[in-house]
């Protein structure tokens, strides 16, 4: 499938069903087109983009001992996730010149966001929670409208808001085993280990794409638009481990821990 039409397709359709189809064939990039930048994805009517504040804040992890509550948690999680897919496919659209083995690979990562919406969503339904229920923010793409660069786009998404997800997935495999959820749990232990990945593909390509005089530290820091900042990248508390893992060095992290 040509990258276009994948890109097209996630942010065009109104049908989640689509936007979330399964890509069972190889990608292509021969046909990368012009430039194109939408304002907002085309979405059904139920997960319009809210207004400012309308949609629900996560609930407290005490009160995941109730089912309506982790329902809720992961409807926004879900959320969170279609949204990730949906500014990638945005990034395919809107540099079409960017390498394509970047491009490439960006795919392959927007089909582990798939996975993890219809994981979100089907564990919601299956709490008793249909997605679209409730009202979504559209803070991760609101924030997306501000990248002029592939680099803007490593550091605002895989370095800060996946890498923030190191540590929420790990937080939240704990609030849900600490109320016998092990399929919640299982959920986003699973999703942790694609997030090390996610993160690991930023930084690779933050260093092929930098210039060679400036540190991993400061070309991240130099490519985030306030509000975005290193410690939005981190959650509440902090893990080195999957940091490393994903290939950031020593003094990266420790820099990160230090805020």
């Not at 097209?8 to 194109?36: C, H, I, M, N, Y």
């Not at 999703?191 to 930084?203: K, L, N, S, T």
């Amino acid at each position: 499938m040509e990258l276009r039409h994948f890109a097209e397709r996630v942010l065009l359709s109104p049908s989640l069903d689509e936007k979330l189809e399964p890509v069972r064939v190889p990608f292509t990039d021969e046909q990368p087109g012009a430039a194109l930048r939408l304002a907002e994805p085309v979405r059904s009517s139920d997960l319009v983009f809210a207004a400012r504040r309308a949609a629900p804040a996560m609930p407290h992890p005490d009160t995941f001992v109730d089912p309506a509550k982790r329902a809720i948690a992961h409807h926004i999680m879900a959320n969170h996730e279609l949204q990730a897919l949906e500014v990638m496919a945005w990034m395919l659209l809107a540099f079409p010149e960017a390498p394509r083995d970047f491009r490439l690979g960006m795919a392959r990562i927007m089909q582990d966001e798939q996975r993890h919406t219809r994981m979100h969503v089907e564990r919601a339904a299956s709490l008793g929670l249909r997605f679209g229920d409730l009202p979504v923010n559209a803070y991760i793409w609101k924030k997306s409208q501000e990248f002029e660069s592939v680099m803007d786009y490593l550091a605002g998404l895989p370095l800060t808001f996946e890498g923030r997800n190191l540590d929420h997935t790990l937080e939240f495999d704990e609030y849900f085993t600490a109320v016998h959820d092990p399929k919640s749990a299982a959920m986003m232990q699973a999703i942790h280990r694609d997030e090390i990945e996610h993160v690991a593909f930023g930084m690779e390509w933050l260093r092929k794409l930098k210039p060679p005089e400036l540190s991993d530290w400061d070309a991240y820091v130099k490519h985030l638009h306030f509000p975005l900042r290193p410690d939005k990248s981190v959650g509440d508390v902090f893990h080195e481990g999957p940091r490393l893992a994903a290939g950031m060095t020593e003094e990266f992290v420790a820099r990160l821990r230090g805020g």
